[in-house]
């Protein structure tokens, strides 16, 4: 399972070194909304960055894919929680942003789950049955409960609202993904491309992504990355772990010892990305943008 788990880590770091470069075209880029979606979409795609950003990302959806198919899914998701610290890392050096203490606590915090999720492997993780009819469910309520931010107008003007929302589409097309890998290994391999194409899972999976890609580029225009990533990152992991109980029926190690670290190594990891959103100090910067007036001037 550690060999997965790496995967998992690699991805985890694919996707934010996407995600980073696809923040720097922010300022550069319109905004999807309304009438103009489609247009600021091909404008997006358009982008040499932001598009070799989205190459990225895909790169490291396979890894994911990957590492879903032997893990469980809620220890996948805890091992993404390391992309949201380089993520916050790379904010601070590359494009310029400021870190407050509170927030390199909230990344301190989620190295020091990782390690905890590290040492409690030997104790096992066991999944159960999957429900599909819950995993329906769960995702009808959970995308109703995250277009409630959408309705506060704050959270619209700050990118709040659109961060929260990607964070839960990212979410639900994680266990997705597991759900449609639950469908191939009951399979024939010689069946697989007729399998891809008449399996529902495949394209809510497609769907809930790029829904999550859209709505992050979209709150990158209002929110600084730092903010912006790990509200839409912490959600985006919290989404699985919850799901991995109550649809995949994932359960916690049998001893004692590796039980206590698995469930500190959940909280500690969603309090860390809580921790790292709840600031909202300065303004969104354009440090790309700046960079490039002052190589005009000079």
Same mark, same amino acid.
């Given at each position: 399972?550690?060999?997965?788990?790496?995967?998992?880590?690699?991805?985890?770091?694919?996707?934010?070194?996407?995600?980073?470069?696809?923040?720097?075209?922010?300022?550069?880029?319109?905004?999807?909304?309304?009438?103009?979606?489609?247009?600021?979409?091909?404008?997006?795609?358009?982008?040499?960055?932001?598009?070799?950003?989205?190459?990225?990302?895909?790169?490291?959806?396979?890894?994911?894919?990957?590492?879903?198919?032997?893990?469980?899914?809620?220890?996948?998701?805890?091992?993404?929680?390391?992309?949201?610290?380089?993520?916050?890392?790379?904010? !601070?050096? &590359? /494009? =310029?942003?400021?870190?407050?203490?509170? $927030?390199?606590?909230?990344? *301190? +915090?989620?190295?020091?789950? @990782?390690?905890?999720?590290?040492?409690?492997?030997?104790?096992?993780?066991?999944?159960?049955?999957?429900?599909?009819?819950?995993?329906?469910?769960?995702?009808?309520?959970?995308?109703?409960?995250?277009?409630?931010?959408?309705?506060?107008?704050?959270?619209?003007?700050?990118?709040?609202?659109?961060?929260?929302?990607?964070?839960?589409?990212?979410?639900?097309?994680?266990?997705?993904?597991?759900?449609?890998?639950?469908?191939?290994?009951?399979?024939?391999?010689?069946?697989?491309?007729?399998?891809?194409?008449?399996?529902?899972?495949?394209?809510?999976?497609?769907?809930?992504?790029?829904?999550?890609?859209?709505?992050?580029?979209?709150?990158?225009?209002?929110?600084?990355?730092?903010?912006?990533?790990?509200?839409?990152?912490?959600?985006?992991?919290? !989404?699985? &772990? /919850? =799901?991995?109980?109550?649809?995949?029926? $994932?359960?916690?190690?049998? *001893? +004692?010892?590796?039980?206590? @670290?698995?469930?500190?190594?959940?909280?500690?990891?969603?309090?860390?990305?809580?921790?790292?959103?709840?600031?909202?100090?300065?303004?969104?910067?354009?440090?790309?943008?700046?960079?490039?007036?002052?190589?005009?001037?000079?």
């Amino acid at each position: 399972m550690i060999l997965y788990l790496s995967f998992a880590i690699v991805a985890s770091l694919l996707m934010s070194l996407g995600l980073l470069m696809m923040k720097s075209r922010s300022a550069h880029l319109p905004m999807a909304a309304g009438a103009d979606t489609i247009g600021a979409i091909i404008t997006w795609i358009r982008d040499p960055m932001w598009i070799g950003g989205l190459g990225v990302q895909t790169a490291g959806w396979a890894f994911y894919l990957i590492a879903v198919t032997r893990a469980p899914v809620s220890m996948v998701a805890v091992m993404g929680q390391g992309g949201i610290a380089l993520f916050v890392t790379a904010s !601070v050096v &590359i /494009l =310029g942003e400021r870190a407050s203490p509170r $927030e390199w606590v909230g990344i *301190g +915090a989620i190295v020091l789950g @990782m390690l905890m999720l590290t040492l409690s492997l030997n104790g096992g993780a066991i999944e159960g049955k999957f429900e599909p009819a819950t995993l329906l469910t769960f995702s009808a309520l959970l995308s109703l409960a995250a277009l409630v931010p959408m309705t506060v107008a704050r959270m619209n003007a700050s990118g709040a609202a659109a961060a929260i929302l990607s964070g839960v589409a990212f979410g639900l097309g994680a266990l997705f993904t597991k759900a449609m890998t639950f469908e191939f290994a009951g399979g024939h391999a010689a069946l697989i491309a007729l399998q891809i194409a008449a399996n529902p899972y495949v394209y809510c999976m497609i769907a809930a992504n790029i829904a999550g890609i859209v709505l992050l580029q979209n709150s990158f225009h209002s929110a600084r990355a730092i903010i912006a990533m790990p509200l839409s990152g912490a959600l985006s992991n919290i !989404v699985p &772990i /919850l =799901g991995g109980m109550i649809v995949f029926g $994932e359960r916690l190690p049998a *001893g +004692a010892t590796p039980a206590v @670290m698995r469930v500190g190594a959940f909280a500690l990891t969603i309090a860390a990305g809580a921790l790292l959103a709840g600031s909202r100090e300065h303004a969104p910067v354009d440090p790309v943008m700046t960079g490039a007036l002052s190589r005009a001037k000079t």
